[in-house]
């Protein structure tokens, strides 16, 4: 890792992570060699890497999103899963 165990890291930008993230997508070190040096837990930086992926893979589509209307569409369908599961929940529910 490009940061040594004396880089303390306050806040976690964009820009911050990016580094741990390219390098392990890279292959040149792993999520467990990040945790130990960072002191972040192993779904943290999974999650970075998740995230810097939906964003590649994004910005790579011909008409590429950007994060609001990405966001947005995510809410809209989460609300649609939603509405659909209340009346089956509310069956349930009632005696």
Do not use: C
């Not at 997508?25 to 040096?37: D, H, L, M, P, Y």
Request: hydrophobic share 35%; glycine share 6%; no cysteine.
């Amino acid at each position: 890792m490009s940061m040594t165990m004396d880089d303390t890291i306050k806040r976690w930008t964009a820009k911050r992570k990016t580094a741990p993230v390219i390098e392990i997508i890279q292959g040149k070190t792993t999520v467990s060699e990040a945790n130990r040096s960072f002191d972040l837990t192993a779904s943290e930086i999974e999650g970075w890497v998740d995230d810097a992926k939906r964003g590649m893979e994004n910005s790579l589509h011909a008409n590429p999103l950007d994060i609001r209307e990405q966001y947005e569409k995510q809410l809209r369908d989460l609300q649609e899963a939603y509405g659909e599961a209340m009346p089956g929940l509310r069956a349930r529910v009632r005696p």
